[in-house]
């Protein structure tokens, strides 16, 4: 745990496009998640981490989880600061642009990050994922909420998995897992140091 410190620069709120964790969802696609419990580690690479459980909110999955976790330092692969991930989460929860792009050059403490995304919706892209021989559910980013209703207006929030993903869906292959409803709310992971900046 410590601090994030915000770089907006070249930062813009996702929007999101259909393209054809811990369970395997029947689609790809968009769907509604609360933020259900945020824990702190460290990547391979040695960045500090952020782990979020996210619940699906859709009827259709309702109470199924998957999972993102996300590095805000340094930088990935193409230069771009990892933090990054962390305005696309913000932005998706509600936090307006203007007030993203405002933190630029802050920092918080990965406590108060957590306090304020904590138990908010979030519009997450979902996709199917194989490791290992098994498949599952991965958050793959977050859009905005005018993303996710515009493509749930024409249907487009859902696409049906297709090839080694579907044969495990349906138990003609094997390693499939399935399922990953949950039944209550998990409390804040940590408890909020004193703010020196907010995101609210």
Not at 9 to 27: H, R
Not at 127 to 143: D, L
Not at 165 to 183: E, I, M, P, R
Request: with cysteine.
């Amino acid at each position: 745990m410590g601090n994030i410190n915000f770089n907006t620069e070249n930062w813009e709120p996702q929007t999101g496009t259909p393209s054809a964790g811990g369970y395997l969802w029947p689609f790809e696609g968009f769907v509604a998640t609360k933020i259900n419990k945020i824990t702190f580690g460290k990547s391979g690479a040695g960045n500090d981490t952020m782990k979020f459980e996210l619940v699906a909110e859709d009827e259709d999955v309702r109470g199924r989880r998957t999972f993102k976790t996300i590095p805000y330092s340094g930088t990935n692969r193409a230069g771009k600061p990892n933090v990054h991930q962390l305005l696309d989460l913000a932005a998706s929860a509600g936090i307006t642009a203007e007030k993203i792009k405002a933190l630029n050059g802050t920092s918080m403490t990965t406590e108060q990050f957590a306090q304020e995304l904590q138990g908010k919706v979030c519009y997450t892209r979902v996709r199917a994922e194989e490791y290992e021989g098994k498949w599952s559910t991965n958050a793959a980013g977050f859009i905005s909420q005018k993303g996710y209703e515009d493509s749930k207006a024409i249907g487009s929030h859902r696409v049906p998995l297709t090839g080694g993903a579907k044969a495990a869906l349906d138990g003609t292959s094997n390693g499939a897992s399935v399922g990953g409803g949950v039944t209550t709310s998990a409390v804040a992971t940590t408890t909020a140091a004193a703010k020196a900046t907010s995101l609210l």
